[in-house]
């Protein structure tokens, strides 16, 4: 059994997802910077390559953090399925003919 805990999982996340969507929101700088390229504005390239290079480590930091979080809040926190063998394959074999091979 599994020793996971609804409200936590759901805020850790909750908060994976929060931070993954500050990450999304450079896709519209980006296109904001292509944009002044496009249309040779140097002065807004400048200051939006500046505030991507600004924010970017930051928003890779939190979703890393969140990504950790949410990994040791879920998949540690599940039971470990036991060590199978090789010969464990044949535990759930049914003998067809057990009538004639009994143990």
């Not at 994976?16 to 450079?26: D, G, H, P």
């Not at 944009?35 to 979703?63: N, R, S």
């Not at 036991?82 to 057990?98: A, T």
């Amino acid at each position: 059994m599994s020793c996971l805990d609804y409200d936590k999982t759901w805020e850790t996340m909750n908060n994976l997802e929060y931070t993954f969507n500050k990450i999304q929101a450079l896709e519209g700088m980006v296109q904001y910077l292509q944009g002044a390229v496009d249309a040779g504005d140097i002065q807004v390239v400048k200051e939006t390559t500046a505030a991507i290079a600004d924010y970017l480590p930051k928003f890779i930091e939190e979703y890393d953090e969140a990504s950790k979080r949410a990994w040791n809040n879920t998949v540690l926190k599940l039971d470990k399925p036991k060590e199978r063998s090789p010969m464990d394959e044949y535990d759930d074999f049914e003998n067809p003919v057990g009538h004639l091979n009994p143990l």
